[in-house]
């Protein structure tokens, strides 16, 4: 069964400092990848996702992520947080022929203004 | 577009009752997904209904769990009786018919339900 990891529960940093958020995934196959974030009171909403194609990808609010298929990696980072960017973020990986979603436990970020 | 709506909000509910979730997907989505977070712990999936069929319930914990989807539009998710490790949030999320490759779900905001 496939298992994802994200390595940090939770991370606190100061507004404009720079922030990456680690994920790992184990699974041989081809995989879509998605971090999700969830404000405060909030619904969980789509950052990025990755199919195929450039593995740089670029998401809303200037969130980016990586993968890397060699290290089974998809992290996440923004070179400058503001305190809006508090909030608990969820990498998730899928098959992808598959359908349902496999979650890492989330981290949660809290920025100090 | 109305996204994924889900009811209630909050559900307090004691031991051994019954409680109904129910999840109105966004509109034209075939695919309606459950999931559920226990505290502390990551968000596992339940299970699939592609219209009204179950595609997957190979998350669902026991049968003290059902999910209907009649019609193919909204689902219910009931627990009965319910138990003390019920307890949790629960989502609700749907994409649309292109199963697999290139698909993402839209999430609603979850039920948190406590048990007593």
């Known amino acids: 069964a496939q298992s994802v990891s994200q390595h940090n529960h939770h991370v606190i940093l100061s507004e404009a400092a720079s922030l990456e958020l680690g994920c790992n995934y184990s699974?041989?196959?081809?995989?879509?990848l998605f971090w999700y974030v969830q404000y405060p009171g909030q619904h969980l909403q789509l950052l990025l996702k990755?199919?195929?194609?450039?593995?740089l990808v670029k998401g809303i609010k200037g969130f980016e992520a990586e993968f890397i298929k060699s290290k089974f990696s998809f992290n996440l980072r923004k070179p400058s947080v503001q305190w809006s960017d508090t909030a608990e973020y969820f990498c998730?990986?899928?098959?992808?022929?598959?359908?349902?979603?496999?979650f890492g436990g989330g981290t949660r970020v809290l920025v100090k203004p | 577009e109305a996204g994924v709506t889900q009811f209630p909000s909050h559900s307090v509910i004691e031991k051994g009752q019954t409680v109904t979730l129910r999840c109105d997907p966004i509109?034209?989505?075939?695919?309606l997904y459950w999931y559920r977070r226990v505290m502390g712990k990551e968000i596992k999936f339940l299970l699939h209904?592609?219209?009204?069929?179950?595609?997957?319930e190979s998350g669902m914990p026991n049968n003290r769990f059902l999910a209907e989807r009649t019609g193919g539009t909204y689902s219910t998710l009931k627990v009965q009786p319910a138990e003390l490790e019920d307890s949790g949030v629960y989502f609700c999320?749907?994409?649309?018919?292109?199963?697999?490759?290139?698909?993402?779900?839209?999430f609603g905001q979850g039920t948190r339900l406590t048990v007593v």
């Open positions: 999320a749907s994409s649309s018919r292109l199963t697999g490759w290139g698909t993402e779900a839209f």
């Open positions: 699974y041989g196959g081809t995989v879509n």
């Open positions: 990755y199919f195929s194609g450039d593995p």
């Open positions: 998730a990986v899928k098959k992808a022929a598959g359908n349902k979603l496999t």
């Open positions: 509109s034209g989505h075939d695919n």
């Open positions: 209904f592609v219209k009204e069929s179950k595609q997957d």
